[in-house]
């Protein structure tokens, strides 16, 4: 009877130290990224893993470049407008994913700027894709195509681009 007690007993303090841990994640949100606690690795946080090329050439340029193409004429099948609208939301999301890869030195607040702004323009054609209005598209993608080359131009890439040149 003594030793069946004394296993209820290792048993609620094993219970009160499996809430201890359990609570301490939440703590851990406070640490910055990487800092490791009790040998726990803090909450994750989003941190670049691709090169920033590889970014430009397999989301940004792939999905204008097909947004080039579907929007050359007016698309008469919902598909291609459904399409359209996924290519101009990964354009949008590449923004958010290009604003954890500011340049360490200069220029920090114009890539964030522009970031942003890659964002808000794929919005905005994914919006006119959703609605099916051609001039509204043809106009998202040059103002798209727009922030491209500014960002281009500020930070020397010697890249042009012209998602209606094909
Ligand atoms: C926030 C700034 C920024 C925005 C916005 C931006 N780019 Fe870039 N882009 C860069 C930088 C910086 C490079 C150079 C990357 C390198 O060589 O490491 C680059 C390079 C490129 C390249 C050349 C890649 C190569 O292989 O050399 C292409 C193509 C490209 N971008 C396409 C685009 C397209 C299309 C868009 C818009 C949909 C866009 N970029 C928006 C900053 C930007």
């Known amino acids: 009877m003594a030793r069946v007690r004394y296993w209820a007993a290792v048993g609620l303090a094993g219970a009160a130290c499996l809430c201890v841990s359990a609570a301490q994640p939440v703590a851990q949100t406070k640490q910055p990224a990487g800092v490791t606690i009790q040998g726990k690795a803090a909450t994750p946080t989003p941190e670049p ?26 698309p008469t099948e919902a ?5 359209a609208r996924g290519q101009a939301l990964l354009i949008a999301e590449s923004g958010n994913l290009l604003m954890l890869r500011p340049p360490k030195t200069n220029g ?3 890539w964030l700027g522009y970031s942003g702004d890659l964002r808000d323009a794929g919005d905005k054609l994914a919006r006119a894709a959703a609605a099916k209005d051609y001039a509204k598209a043809r106009a998202g993608l040059a103002a798209l195509a727009n922030v ?17 040149a094909e």
């Open 79 to 83: 598909e291609a407008w459904a399409f």
């Open 49 to 74: 893993v691709a090169e920033t090329k590889l970014l430009m050439n397999g989301l940004a340029a792939a999905n204008l470049r097909g947004l080039g193409r579907t929007l050359r004429d007016k």
């Open 148 to 164: 491209c080359n500014r960002c281009h131009q500020t930070f020397q890439v010697a890249t042009r681009v012209d998602p209606f």
């Open 108 to 110: 920090r607040d114009d």
